[in-house]
């Protein structure tokens, strides 16, 4: 018997207390010496709470920037992160398949743990499930998240209003064509990496130079103009983008001319849109570019009176066009 595989017999009984004792308690909770219950009992901490709640289910399970342990972890943090959350707990579950290899488990549940240690959240709780093999595509994970919103704080998509600035924290589109080149082969984009990261630290960096900050949202599936479609009807305002300030790095640029695909469109796991009052615009680009982070942050738009379509971008030539919302995802299963 092959004992380097996840096996059916690992989903419950002593072969499950093997997988726990064997891979995932050293790798995930190192050092850990405490009782197994069935809940965690969380320290009360003054204030409101943010919670949220995901699931991931990218393939390939490893990619150039990342896996699928580092995007779950960031991806929960990074929710909190926008609602202005401190992120504390986490929970973690894992739907394994039967022939999934040890050794690459051991390696997405170390990027989970350092990407939680880095932001400085307890993981307390979750389960451990194995399918039939073909019925998960190796692994998936889910995961819940809570954070601590300090007082003041009042972060929401609904608060855009005219004249507000619009920013992104960084180059646009790089998860998006990593996970395409990596899926379908495509070496003239190989050389994209991941922009997956948790932006809690960038959060904070831009709230302290722009405590003013009315709206923030990660730029996940449906992209950079999924999230503004979403924050101009929240808001019942337009956003008008200036194309000439888009920071579209090269290798999405050819990707998407290639491919017949809009930048603006394309995932990423690591940036984020912030609507800013306009006087704090500049403070809050120089916090972004002076973050490890944030390099590339720019002001690319400005909120406007609703007009007819809620996003907008004047172009390179002069002219302006709508940017419709993704009619559905451009390239499925890429969180």
Not at 70 to 76: D, F
Not at 292 to 320: D, N, S
């Amino acid at each position: 018997m092959n004992n380097s595989l996840v096996r059916l017999a690992h989903g419950s009984g002593s072969g499950l207390q093997q997988l726990l004792h064997e891979i995932i308690f050293p790798v995930l909770l190192p050092g850990w010496q405490g009782i197994l219950e069935d809940a965690a009992v969380l320290d009360s901490v003054p204030g409101r709470f943010a919670f949220t709640s995901d699931s991931f289910v990218v393939w390939p399970l490893e990619f150039n920037g990342g896996n699928i342990g580092k995007l779950a972890a960031c991806g929960t943090i990074n929710d909190l992160a926008m609602m202005g959350a401190l992120p504390r707990y986490m929970s973690v579950s894992l739907i394994l398949e039967e022939g999934l290899e040890k050794s690459l488990l051991s390696r997405v549940l170390a990027s989970l743990r350092i990407v939680c240690q880095e932001s400085r959240v307890r993981i307390v709780c979750g389960d451990t499930k194995v399918v039939d093999k073909g019925k998960a595509d190796g692994m998936f994970i889910s995961t819940s998240g809570i954070g601590i919103v300090p007082q003041g704080r009042n972060l929401s998509a609904g608060n855009a209003r005219p004249g507000d600035a619009v920013l992104v924290s960084g180059p646009i589109g790089l998860h998006g064509i990593a996970i395409l080149s990596q899926r379908k082969g495509l070496g003239f984009a190989s050389e994209a990496l991941s922009d997956c990261a948790a932006l809690d630290s960038l959060v904070e960096a831009l709230l302290e130079k722009a405590p003013g900050t009315k709206a923030l949202r990660d730029a996940t599936r449906g992209g950079c103009a999924a999230v503004m479609h979403e924050m101009a009807n929240s808001s019942k305002a337009s956003i008008i983008l200036d194309e000439t300030k888009l920071p579209v790095p090269d290798v999405v640029k050819g990707a998407c001319a290639y491919l017949g695909l809009d930048p603006l469109h394309v995932a990423n796991e690591g940036r984020f849109i912030a609507i800013v009052p306009a006087g704090q615009a500049d403070a809050a680009v120089f916090a972004c570019n002076t973050h490890p982070k944030g390099k590339g942050a720019a002001r690319i738009g400005t909120v406007v009176e609703r007009q007819r379509f809620p996003l907008l971008l004047k172009t390179i030539i002069g002219g302006t066009r709508p940017v419709e919302m993704p009619s559905g995802e451009l390239l499925p299963r890429i969180c």
